[in-house]
């Protein structure tokens, strides 16, 4: 189902997933011509999550993720080319190249720091929780992370923080380990995490919890906006867990793009080739997202198609000025270190 | 409760014994630094190493923490060996470099304790691992306190155990504080074993202060480990009647719970149970200790007479 | 002069933090150690509640919520307590602090001090007994601070709370109870400043922490032999003073370094690196290192005493580098 929200933001919600996923497309190209190196994660399938998820957050806020960012950066409006300029090590990135992929950061937007240490945010998450009711500056702090980050012990050692002192955090987990085909509900047990569902861990831990099918938008943004008023209001700790089913791209060692996105899918995946057709027609909440959209008549599939051209325009921009911005000078390497 | 032979259960009582008069001992030494460093003694605790590890084998592993005296002595180790150790002589069973917090007493199976809290958690898997590949029906125990709950080497290895089936217990004393904190004010759960049902393993509370319980639920733990069937969580509610390391004043309890604990005494109640069932005389229960102060005491002269280790043992065994 | 004892000292400083900058927190409760001494601090607690927290045992995570705190603008002071457990949470302090900064290009400042007790205390054997200060020297972006007497932990951590660094706070039970002069409102002291703790001319002896004193020992019985030890301190190894070094070591040609980290790749064998790279041509003979062995802590008394630097240790190092 769709967000209640007004056409207009809608039509928003549906930009800005589209700019990541043609954004992360837009990657898997500039690295297979050899642009960039080192491992990379994206956040194809997971749209329809990130996208409403972070449209509830407000300016102050912080959010903590992780090596799979450029999704939430993006959801949260950072700006395509100095996403891209970072990833390639460019000095106009928004680490001057010093991060890369792993580490974007956007202090503006909340993103303070970016682990790519599994479970490396979840402590600092309570942090700025902590910060913000000592403040008393009215600040929530959203902490996005994946399922397998549950399995360090530094999650369950951060829960027990968040519960004890009451600190307002929301952990958002993003379990794109399902199984199976279409929607169908629940997440399949893992082989590496014995508690089934995730959601006993915050549990155990009286942290209120709940699951929700991360490719419904509607249902992601009704229950985290109600979550976050609720973390606001001085409640507490919250956990969701949303799940999604893992894109086919991020099946091989390094993502490859099966099939190269455009909104027409959303009507018609014969193209696509058989091996991961299903997933496009059943699972990818963009096109899910689109179909709504026009079934609502909150959209025609030509406004659809204009907006997504207007996106590809501007990634191939991004793409373009990040390939343009200079390397930054050796001495960049000794700045910083300290303040 | 089962029909039990006066054979099997006196010497259990034997054991508590012997357990509290070396924790005493060992507080008198300390008192007069005949004993010195970081020593946590385990007075109150002694249903739970003895209700354990009487179900174990000499091949069976066992793990603690730094409260480990009476896992050590339960599990076999000698007396004197452990009491040269306390007092860093040459002949105790780390020749001196170990100390309380890190008996090793491999002849009885006892393989390691440690002074970082969950610390030997991890080391009980993978004892545990190689059981389950030996096929051999043993098994790994693993003894730590409320405290190490709150660690995340705790919850990696109940999650570990769990998935891959491990025969290991965890046996975690409850005895309400985490060195001088009650539990309530590091965490919302009070029952530990809770966290063994998140990671969806067998789990049971029990009071650690009856001797009798703490062996039904080692007695079922044990047999699930070496019938292949995985992993227990037991939580023995308990009581440490001492502060947290000698010399701690302890002004963080309660008199009245101090008495309130004193008066469920795992020793008495056992002792009681057993004269009342007439599986144990006035004059046996009495010898238990007598017996047992004896044994201490040549301890204390074996260890005392030792001498101390030569300068060269610090470089010895850094590298095998 | 009005004469503190070092806790005293220590106390002053972390009442006279909390008072001016509600921005402090103090994480974790044995500041000053678990010696009968603790008691004092709860006045602390008791004044600002709220401000003042005793975690569970997770240092991973709350030295990680230290971190995040200072991020989103606290300034949180957490103690590790014994410094062997500042290992449990390694992976925030040195992979996530001690990059943040840096991985961000300046976006990201990390105003937390990370407190422990180091070194060998008697007792404490293997588990509790590091000093792992020089690990975090090898880790860039962590402020490495060593007080040696009461003067010096006040002003220390005045700067070590004022500063924007992650600074690990490097303190040693067994000077708790040293005293020295400490004057009122006394000015805070900048961090990359070394001080000469005692002037002399034969021998330039090095010292961090708990050494200093030793070394101060050393040099008064060597002083009556006739034989003048400069002890120079450098309080912070990171930043570090070496201009201050080196001209002692101009000034003597003789040095020697004295350190509770182990031989290997402690702090004395940087020191004793860079004086070779930059003060060679000054030395008159070779420079020696006082530390301890590569071994692990034992814990029996006599083994205990024998891997401790000691002052006679130290004079045996001055007398060698005067041959």
Redesign the interface.
């Known amino acids: 189902m769709l967000p209640k929200l007004p056409r207009q933001t809608l039509l928003e919600l549906c930009r800005r997933m589209f700019v990541i996923r043609h954004f992360e497309e837009g990657l898997v190209r500039l690295y297979e011509q050899g642009h960039f190196s080192g491992h990379y994660h994206l956040y194809i399938g997971q749209e329809a999550t990130g996208v409403p998820a972070l449209s509830c957050v407000r300016e102050g806020d912080y959010l903590f993720t992780t090596h799979r960012n450029h999704g939430h950066l993006l959801a949260r409006g950072a700006d395509p080319k100095r996403l891209a300029a970072e990833i390639l090590g460019r000095s106009d990135g928004y680490n001057k190249g010093k991060g890369g992929s792993f580490h974007t950061v956007v202090p503006s937007l909340g993103f303070l720091h970016t682990s790519a240490v599994v479970a490396g945010i979840i402590p600092l998450a309570t942090g700025t929780a902590y910060a913000s009711r000592a403040l008393k500056n009215g600040r929530i702090t959203v902490c996005l992370f994946g399922d397998g980050a549950l399995e360090e012990g530094a999650s369950p050692e951060a829960l027990n923080l968040a519960s004890l002192y009451k600190l307002p955090v929301l952990f958002l987990c993003e379990n794109n380990g399902k199984y199976g085909l279409g929607r169908a509900a629940g997440a399949a047990q893992s082989p590496s995490m014995a508690a089934f569902p995730l959601i006993d861990l915050p549990k155990a831990y009286k942290i209120p919890a709940q699951q929700v099918d991360g490719t419904d938008s509607g249902a992601v943004h009704g229950l985290i906006a109600e979550t976050v008023e609720k973390i606001r209001a001085g409640e507490g700790p919250h956990f969701i867990e949303a799940q999604t089913v893992r894109w086919p791209g991020s099946e091989t060692n390094w993502p490859t793009v099966p099939y190269p996105t455009n909104a027409s899918l959303a009507w018609d995946v014969g193209g696509v080739p058989e091996k991961v057709r299903d997933w496009y027609r059943q699972s990818d909440p963009l096109l899910i997202f689109i179909r709504e959209l026009v079934e609502a008549k909150q959209a025609t599939r030509e406004e659809i198609f204009g907006i997504e051209s207007d996106v590809k325009k501007s990634i191939e921009e991004a793409m373009d000025f990040a390939l343009e911005s200079p390397y930054p000078n050796p001495e960049e390497a000794s700045k910083d270190i300290f303040a | 409760m089962k029909k039990r032979d006066r054979e099997e259960l006196l010497p259990l009582l034997e054991k508590m014994w012997i357990i509290r008069a070396f924790e005493e001992k060992v507080s008198e030494l300390y008192a007069k630094k005949e004993i010195l460093g970081l020593i946590h003694l385990g007075i109150g605790q002694e249903a739970v190493a003895v209700g354990i590890c009487s179900l174990l084998h000499q091949d069976d592993y066992v793990f603690s923490g730094h409260r480990a005296h009476g896992h050590a002595i339960a599990k076999g180790a000698d007396l004197g060996r452990l009491m040269a150790e306390l007092a860093g002589r040459s002949t105790g069973y780390c020749r001196g470099k170990g100390g309380s917090m890190h008996i090793v007493a491999m002849d009885a199976g006892f393989v390691a304790a440690t002074g970082i809290v969950g610390g030997t958690i991890p080391l009980a898997l993978g004892a545990a691992l190689v059981c389950k590949e030996k096929k051999k029906r043993q098994l790994a125990v693993v003894f730590f306190g409320d405290g190490a709950g709150q660690t995340g080497a705790f919850h990696e290895s109940l999650n570990i155990a769990s998935l891959w089936k491990l025969p290991v217990i965890f046996v975690c004393e409850n005895n309400g504080y985490a060195e001088f904190t009650p539990l309530s004010a590091h965490t919302v759960v009070s029952r530990l074993a809770d966290h063994a049902r998140t990671y969806s393993m067998p789990n049971v509370t029990v009071d650690g202060n009856d001797l009798l319980a703490v062996l039904d639920a080692a007695r079922e733990a044990v047999q699930r480990a070496r019938s292949g069937e995985g992993a227990t969580f037991i939580e023995c509610l308990t009581y440490r009647l001492r502060g947290h390391y000698e010399g701690d004043p302890g002004k963080y309890r309660e008199l009245s719970e101090v008495a309130e604990w004193k008066a469920k005494d795992p020793i008495a109640r056992f002792s009681e149970m057993l004269k009342q069932k007439r599986m144990a005389s006035e004059k046996q229960i009495r010898e238990a200790e007598i017996e047992a102060r004896a044994r201490v005491e040549k301890a204390v002269d074996f260890a005392l007479s030792s001498p101390w280790p030569e300068a060269d043992e610090v470089t010895k065994q850094v590298f095998a | 002069m009005r004469e503190l004892a070092y806790y005293e000292a220590k106390f002053e400083a972390l009442g006279e933090i909390m008072a001016a900058d509600e921005?402090v927190?103090l994480i974790g409760g044995t500041f000053l150690s678990l010696s009968t001494r603790r008691a004092i601090y709860q006045e602390l607690v008791k004044k600002y509640p709220?401000?003042a927290?005793?975690?569970?045992?997770?240092e991973?995570?709350?030295?990680?919520?230290?971190?995040?705190?200072?991020?989103?603008?606290?300034r949180p002071i957490v103690d590790l307590s014994t410094g062997?457990?500042i290992f449990?949470a390694w992976?925030?302090v040195a992979?996530?602090a001690a990059n943040?900064?840096?991985?961000?290009?300046?976006?990201?400042?990390v105003p937390v001090v990370f407190h422990i007790f180091h070194g060998i205390r008697?007792?404490?054997?293997?588990?509790?007994s590091h000093s792992p200060q020089a690990m975090f020297w090898n880790c860039?972006?962590l402020?490495i601070v060593l007080p040696s007497s009461p003067r010096d932990v006040k002003g220390l951590l005045k700067t070590a709370v004022a500063?924007?660094?992650p600074t690990i706070f490097v303190d040693h039970v067994q000077l708790l109870e040293v005293r020295g002069e400490v004057p009122e409102n006394d000015k805070p002291i900048p961090f990359g400043q070394a001080d000469v703790k005692r002037k002399g001319s034969d021998v330039t002896v090095i010292a961090t922490s708990l050494e200093v004193q030793k070394s101060l020992g050393a040099a008064e019985r060597l002083a009556e032999e006739g034989i003048q030890v400069e002890v120079v301190d450098p309080r912070t190894v990171v930043?570090l003073d070496f201009q201050t070094l080196l001209a002692s070591v101009e000034k003597t040609g003789r040095v020697v370094i004295v350190d509770q980290c182990h031989r290997s790749c402690g702090i004395a064998a940087e020191l004793a690196a860079r004086i070779a790279e930059e003060g060679f041509d000054k030395l008159k003979a070779p420079l020696r290192r006082v530390t301890t062995?590569?071994?692990?802590i034992?814990?029996?008394?006599?083994?205990e005493e024998?891997?401790t630097p000691s002052e006679s240790r130290i004079i045996d190092a001055v007398r060698a580098v005067l041959r």
Do not use: K, W
Request: hydrophobic content about 35%; some cysteine; aromatic content about 8%.
């Open positions: 921005r927190h709220g401000r927290v005793s975690p569970p045992i997770s991973l995570s709350f030295c990680g919520l230290a971190t995040g705190a200072a991020m989103a603008g606290l062997s457990f449990e992976p925030q992979n996530e943040a900064l840096y991985m961000s290009a300046g976006q990201t400042r008697g007792g404490g054997a293997a588990q509790h860039p972006g402020e500063s924007d660094n930043p062995p590569d071994v692990p034992p814990f029996s008394p006599p083994l024998f891997v």
